[in-house]
């Protein structure tokens, strides 16, 4: 859907709302809060099982990185 609608930015949940590992993350949240329930080991075990691809992550990734980047985040001071 994010691809469809050509939106670039992240899906954060809303605090304590999200209930799901597999489905949440195929399905396009890409950073659970405020802390990582669903998308710790639960993901990690996900990806190992072949359940959320390799290329799922690397877009939640892109999406959360990508700003903080442009908005000088990461930069040292």
């Known amino acids: 859907m994010k691809h469809t609608m050509n939106f ?3 899906v954060m949940s809303d605090w304590w709302a999200h209930m799901s590992t597999v489905n949440g993350m195929n399905n396009g949240c890409d950073q659970e809060m405020p802390v990582a329930k669903y998308f ?17 992550i ?9 700003p903080m980047i442009q908005m000088g985040f990461l930069d040292q001071k």
Do not use: H, P
């Open 40 to 56: 710790g080991d639960q993901l990690k075990e996900a990806v190992l099982n072949k359940q959320v691809s390799e290329d799922r």
């Open 8 to 10: 670039s930015g992240w």
């Open 58 to 66: 690397n877009d939640a990734v892109l999406r959360i990185l990508t």
